[in-house]
């Protein structure tokens, strides 16, 4: 079992920075890639930035040179910086962990955290 607690957003203006963090607990040893995903009113979740146990990261293309993912596995926490944050990034922002294929591949979810971008 893993847990994951979101925190950091807020209401931001356009152009605005907010950095979120995940807090992994339980059997952090089993986690594999960790990622952002989001999803605003009225449309799927969609996966925002991921970042592998080797920190290797992958960005959707919209958020390429404005966020940046991390991982600081000393604090078993996830980041995900944003920068010039524009009124599009608006979502409940979720944070993802997939475990190994020899823990049962399985994925675990935060509550989300609401981050809003307007003036």
């Known amino acids: 079992q893993v847990q994951l607690v979101e925190s950091g957003g807020g209401l931001v203006q356009p152009g605005g920075s907010l950095r979120l963090s995940c807090a992994a607990s339980?059997?952090?040893?089993?986690?594999?890639?960790m990622g952002w995903y989001r999803q605003a009113p009225g449309q799927q979740r969609d996966v925002v930035a991921i970042?592998?146990?080797?920190?290797?990261?992958n960005y959707k293309d919209s958020v390429k040179g404005r966020f940046t993912i991390s991982r600081d596995n000393a604090k078993n926490t996830m980041y995900l910086q944003m920068n010039s944050l524009k009124p599009e990034d608006t979502a409940v922002y979720y944070c993802?962990?997939?475990?190994?294929?020899?823990?049962?591949?399985?994925?675990?979810w935060g509550k989300g955290t609401l981050v809003t971008v307007s003036s």
């Open positions: 993802n962990a997939r475990l190994y294929p020899a823990y049962g591949g399985m994925n675990y």
């Open positions: 339980g059997s952090i040893f089993s986690i594999n890639t």
């Open positions: 970042i592998s146990s080797s920190s290797s990261t």
